[in-house]
């Protein structure tokens, strides 16, 4: 039967031998990070779920590739609806990098409100 639990003898003590099911092995990034320490602070029954579940990790994956797909649609639209473009790149680097920095940054409060700290 699946369900029985084998122990092991200590000292005289029995202790059950349990084990966390199998889990994906995904590197995880920035975003995905600040989700897990953001869940073990502010959703430790979250985070326990996944955990003892085995799916911390394909979370943490998908926060992630989410969290990057919408930095991808977010920047190119902020900067079309400020005006930064080629142009501006080639007349005035400086200031294109200065405004591509501040849409970044934008964009990076609006993954963390949105994505990682609800």
């Known amino acids: 039967m699946k369900n029985e639990i084998t122990y092991t003898e200590h000292n005289g003590l029995y202790y059950p031998d349990l084990a966390l099911p199998e889990q994906t092995n995904h590197i995880i990034g920035k975003y995905a990070n600040l989700r897990l320490d953001f869940m073990k602070k502010h959703r430790r ?30 920047i ?29 940054v934008n964009a ?8 990682i700290y609800q």
Do not use: C, F
């Open 45 to 74: 029954g979250t985070y326990t779920s996944l955990l003892t579940e085995g799916r911390l990790n394909e979370y943490l994956h998908a926060i992630d590739i989410h969290a990057q797909e919408l930095l991808d649609d977010i």
């Open 108 to 115: 990076e409060e609006i993954i963390l409100r949105e994505v």
């Open 76 to 104: 190119p639209r902020l900067a079309e609806e400020r005006g930064i473009d080629e142009a501006l790149k080639a007349h005035n680097a400086l200031q294109w990098a200065e405004e591509m920095n501040n849409i970044k």
